[in-house]
Each structure stands twice: as C-alpha cells, then as structure tokens.
C-alpha cells in the first residue's frame, strides 16, 4: 500500500489550472477517481475514470460530468461516515453553486467549490493513510 496524496492546496491547484489551460482538472479527475477506488473498495462500487469521463461528457453534452462528480461526492462522504469523520462537501452545495450561485456571485463559489472538492479529497485520503497505518 501507498501513502495517498493528502497536501493538495488550492492555491496550487488554481495556479496549475491556469497554467495548463485547464488539463490540470482532468488530471484530478483521473487522480480524484484512482485514489477513490483504492480507498473505497469496500463498498463494491466503481468510479470510472478520465476515459469514460471524457466520453460520456461529451456524448451527453455535460450531464455526465455533473453525475459523476455527484457520485463521487457521496462515496467520499459515504467513506468518510462510515470512519467517524465529518463530511465534507455536499451534493446540494454542489449543484446549487452549479446551477445559481456560480453565475450569481461571478465564478467566486465556483472557487470555493474547487476547494472544498480538495479539501474532501485530502480528507478521503488522510483517513486511508491513518487507518493504514501510512
């Protein structure tokens, strides 16, 4: 077993976006998807990758990369329950700064929302090092 990644800031993490024109996203997704089927393969589920993910985007104009990332969502906070852990961001923040508060503030939640989305990932991962013993 590997120690997973658990320092992901989102200073970084915006400043790698801009620089490489967004790639640096669906870096994460690959990452955000391989680290999650490690941590949560207990539950018999699977989060597909940055494969799929492009695909079925694509096919169906961007609804699967909203159900993906609600699915993602619920199986770290699923994992992060079932360890005594507090949750961390939900699907209704999720989609409500999707949907309206995004457009409303001018892409600041936008913001907020990416970095809750490391910062649930890091806590995802800091559970699976510290139950491992990594």
């Not at 998807?33 to 799929?52: F, H, P, Q, S, Y």
């Amino acid at each position: 077993m590997n120690r997973l990644a658990t320092n992901r800031g989102f200073w970084l993490t915006l400043l790698l976006t801009i620089v490489t024109l967004g790639f640096y996203q669906w870096y994460l997704i690959y990452a955000f998807a391989k680290e999650t089927n490690i941590v949560c393969r207990e539950d018999g589920r699977k989060t597909a990758g940055l494969v799929v993910y492009i695909l079925l985007s694509i096919i169906t104009l961007g609804i699967y990369a909203i159900v993906w990332e609600c699915m993602w969502i619920n199986r770290c906070n699923n994992y992060l329950s079932r360890n005594g852990k507090p949750e961390g961001l939900q699907v209704s923040t999720y989609l409500l700064t999707l949907f309206l508060l995004g457009w409303l503030t001018l892409g600041i939640m936008y913001l907020v929302v990416m970095c809750k989305r490391l910062y649930l990932q890091n806590a995802v991962n800091q559970t699976y090092n510290e139950l491992n013993n990594l």
